[in-house]
């Protein structure tokens, strides 16, 4: 299941059955005063491992370096450019297939990486692929419903009350709930609604947390995770079975380049 708990011999057969690839990507990042620099890495590791045991797949190792510039202005983060991280990208991928898996699951678990995974997606179709990508690009899609339910109408996101409660359910050791002493300020540039800079997230998140944290608990963590688990071992089976995208990508590119996919 772990890929680098196995041996080659496995990772032969796994391929050969069919299995799912999937490439956890998290970050290294300040996440407010009380969690740990790889939550996202520790969180999306651990949930995948989760649904691997519900629905059989291959989890690579997590890729904690990943694309962070907008907080680079606190002690702890490491991030990539984002030329590099989809450079990165698409050799991890190539490397994947090369092993023989034909479709690869990549699980993001940071907000921030959303962006440069969407133009992954669309810049690999530039270079026929012999593979077909499948992504959860935004980590907390399959749990909105739950979230809207928990907070209660409070402010939610980095390090908020939800990823809190999800870090006590995955690894409570590492977080410090008694460095929280307050609900987090937030402010705004100023500017008309519609307008972005590059600095909005640094104006807005001036401590590196949202909401109150100590609203978090381990019982609405571990009903996040059950959630987003069952979510997730589903699209893995039916990722597994999909007949439709490879058949979509080879007809796109026979259309496009004249010639069907890359060996």
């Given at each position: ?5 196995l041996?080659?011999?496995d990772?032969?057969?796994a391929?050969e ?9 998290g ?11 790889g ?6 590791y ?17 890729l ?25 990208l ?8 090369r ?15 959303i962006?440069?995974?969407r ?10 692929k ?7 690009v935004?980590?907390l ?16 996101g ?9 870090g ?9 709930m008694?460095?929280?002493k ?10 008309p609604?519609g ?32 959630k987003?688990v069952?979510?997730?071992?589903d699209?893995i ?7 439709k ?6 007809d ?11 060996a």
């Open positions: 299941m772990l890929y680098e708990y041996t080659s011999l990772v032969k057969n391929a059955k069919g299995l799912v690839a999937i490439l956890p990507i970050s290294i990042e300040i996440h407010g005063p009380h969690m740990p620099i939550t996202d890495s520790l969180t999306v651990r949930i995948a491992e989760l649904a691997a045991e519900k629905e059989e797949s291959i989890v690579l190792p997590p904690y370096y990943a694309y962070v510039p907008e907080n680079k202005h606190f002690p702890g983060t490491i991030s990539l450019t984002a030329k590099t991280m989809l450079s990165l698409e050799e991890i991928c190539g490397e994947i297939a092993n023989g898996f034909k479709k690869i699951l990549i699980l993001n678990g940071h907000g921030g990486n962006p440069v995974l133009l992954f997606l669309k810049e690999m179709l530039n270079k026929r012999s593979y077909a990508l499948y992504a959860l935004n980590p899609f399959p749990v909105r419903d739950i979230i809207e339910e928990m907070s209660e109408g409070r402010r939610v980095h390090a908020c009350e939800i990823e809190t409660s999800i006590l359910y995955l690894f409570k050791d590492l977080i410090r008694e460095n929280v307050q609900e987090a300020r937030v402010e705004s540039t100023g500017l609604q307008i972005e800079t590059s600095v909005d997230w640094q104006a807005y998140a001036v401590q590196l947390y949202v909401g109150d944290p100590r609203k978090a608990s381990v019982e609405k963590g571990e009903k996040i995770v059950n987003i069952e979510y997730l071992a699209a089976r039916r990722i597994k079975h999909d007949e995208v490879p058949v979509v990508l080879d796109f590119y026979l259309r496009a380049y004249g010639r069907p996919k890359t």
